[in-house]
């Protein structure tokens, strides 16, 4: 099933996710079928439960779509529960990052480029794999999720300062999507 994913000013996003029993999670399964999915439908490569208003430990990739310009990618698709990441390389490589509920703006982040992630899969099977390149960026931005952060934290004050005004159209639900979304509650006056 698709779900909405819910956009920048929306509090879910802001909340850190707990962990998850996954043994006594019935309805696991069907979760993170549900998140593919959604994620396929909004052509992303990542989502994590807090963009579907669930904050719960989950997040579902699949990078292949990226294996012509990043050969880790190829053939990466993940289903994470409870991940957890360990930065192995502290040198910061600057790229683009987009995020589907920030629809319609793409920064710069500074991101390690050599991690390694402990998980556990929708089998309930646990892995550890040291990841390098975008993958690991994947990695990263998808986890951030998951502690209430967002891309946008990444970037400098001032650049957020002259978004703005795009910010401010998300949080309103003054954007144009391709896929069901959820805005921000209305504050009352």
Same mark, same amino acid.
């Given at each position: 099933?698709?779900?909405?994913?819910?956009?920048?000013?929306?509090?879910?996003?802001?909340?850190?996710?707990?962990?998850?029993?996954?043994?006594?999670?019935?309805?696991?399964?069907?979760?993170?079928?549900?998140?593919?999915?959604?994620?396929?439908?909004?052509?992303?490569?990542?989502?994590?439960?807090?963009?579907?208003?669930?904050? %719960?430990?989950?997040?579902?990739?699949?990078?292949?779509?990226?294996?012509?310009?990043?050969?880790?990618?190829?053939?990466?698709?993940?289903?994470?529960?409870?991940?957890?990441?360990?930065?192995?390389?502290?040198?910061?490589?600057?790229?683009?990052?987009?995020?589907?509920?920030?629809?319609?703006?793409?920064?710069?982040?500074?991101?390690?480029?050599?991690?390694?992630?402990?998980?556990?899969?929708?089998?309930?099977?646990?892995?550890?794999?040291?990841?390098?390149?975008?993958?690991?960026?994947?990695?990263?931005? %998808?986890?951030?999720?998951?502690?209430?952060?967002?891309?946008?934290?990444?970037?400098?004050?001032?650049?957020?300062?002259?978004?703005?005004?795009?910010?401010?159209?998300?949080?309103?639900?003054?954007?144009?999507?391709?896929?069901?979304?959820?805005?921000?509650?209305?504050?009352?006056?």
């Amino acid at each position: 099933m698709k779900l909405p994913i819910y956009l920048y000013g929306h509090p879910v996003l802001r909340a850190e996710s707990a962990a998850v029993d996954a043994v006594n999670y019935p309805e696991l399964k069907q979760l993170i079928a549900d998140m593919f999915e959604t994620m396929y439908a909004s052509d992303g490569c990542g989502l994590a439960a807090p963009q579907i208003g669930r904050n %719960e430990r989950i997040v579902v990739i699949d990078a292949d779509a990226l294996k012509d310009d990043h050969p880790e990618c190829a053939g990466r698709r993940m289903a994470l529960v409870n991940p957890v990441v360990e930065v192995l390389d502290g040198e910061e490589v600057c790229r683009p990052e987009g995020c589907l509920s920030l629809p319609g703006l793409s920064e710069n982040v500074n991101r390690v480029e050599h991690i390694r992630l402990t998980w556990t899969d929708e089998n309930m099977q646990s892995h550890t794999e040291e990841i390098g390149g975008f993958l690991a960026r994947i990695v990263q931005h %998808e986890c951030d999720h998951l502690d209430g952060k967002l891309y946008m934290d990444h970037v400098s004050g001032t650049r957020r300062m002259l978004l703005r005004a795009k910010l401010r159209n998300i949080i309103e639900g003054k954007v144009r999507c391709d896929y069901p979304v959820r805005t921000a509650p209305k504050k009352r006056k």
